[in-house]
Every structure is written in C-alpha cells, then in structure tokens.
C-alpha cells in the first residue's frame, strides 16, 4: 500500500513515515499541500494522511484540490492535528471528509485509521477507529445501561 502523509512538520513525518514503513507499507512524505500535490501526479497512492494547519497549502484547501481530481477523489483522505478545538472539530465535519485523527495518539490508532479506510466499505466493521458500535435500532433497550442494585 502507498501512503502519502503531508505535514509541515518534519519531526513528525519522520516519526509517523518510520512507523508505516515498518509495517510494511511504502510512504511518500510532503511538507505541504502543494508537495503532495506533486507527489499524487508522479506516483500511484492509496490513502492520504494530512495535516490541517500548514504553509502554503493548508490540509482544507489540499482536501478541497484532491477531491476536485477525478483521478484522485476516490482516494481516502485521513485527516490528522494536533488541535481538536471546536473550530478544527466543525472543519472536518463535512462529509466529504473520511476520517480524523488526533496527533499525539498512539501511532496504533493512525495504524487502524488506514486500515478502516482502506478496507471496502461494505466489509469495514460498523464504527471507525475509536468510536463504539451503534446498536441496532431493534436493540437499543439492550444497549441502555441497567440501574445498579443496592
């Protein structure tokens, strides 16, 4: 699987690029959205990891550009940040977006993030990555939590 991660950090690029490559997957690294722009014309990739807040190019504008492409609009796009604000929170809502992820998580939850996105939809499990399962609409009784007895 090729992997393109955009961030204009590079600490966490490196980080972030060793982990998938030991997994086994093959990563393409861009500082920014422009980069990696240059980087889905040369290359063949698979699932897209960006940044949000980013010179040049910021990760909504290079979200906005991909997904304009049609040869690249069915890419998945997993967006990650540090910030989780409520204004970071309300721009990734769209629904045109595939996924977020916080920095600063377990590199593991990134690794279940590409996973989900990458499997087919009708076989992904029923809730992403950190997020539980919603009941089925004829179990919700089940799904409320029981009083405690004394």
């Known amino acids: 699987m090729n992997i393109l991660v955009?961030?204009?950090?590079?600490?966490?690029?490196?980080?972030?690029?060793?982990?998938?490559?030991?997994q086994g997957w093959t990563v393409f690294l861009a500082g920014d959205g422009e980069e990696?722009?240059?980087?889905?014309?040369r290359e063949t990739i698979d699932i897209i990891v960006s940044d949000i807040y980013m010179p040049v190019m910021d990760g909504l504008k290079f979200h906005k550009t991909?997904?304009?492409?049609?040869k690249f609009?069915?890419?998945p796009f997993l967006f990650v940040s540090a910030y989780d604000d409520r204004y970071t929170m309300e721009a990734v809502k769209d629904a045109k977006f595939d996924g977020f992820s916080r920095k600063g998580r377990p590199v593991s939850d990134l690794k279940a993030w590409i996973e989900y996105l990458t499997t087919p939809v009708d076989r992904r499990p029923s809730a992403p990555p950190g997020e539980r399962p919603k009941p089925a609409s004829d179990d919700w009784r089940r799904a409320q939590p029981r009083p405690r007895r004394h």
């Open 73 to 75: 609009s069915k890419i």
């Open 66 to 70: 991909v997904r304009s492409n049609e």
């Open 6 to 22: 955009v961030d204009d950090e590079s600490e966490y690029r490196i980080l972030v690029g060793g982990f998938l490559k030991d």
């Open 36 to 41: 990696g722009l240059d980087i889905l014309f």
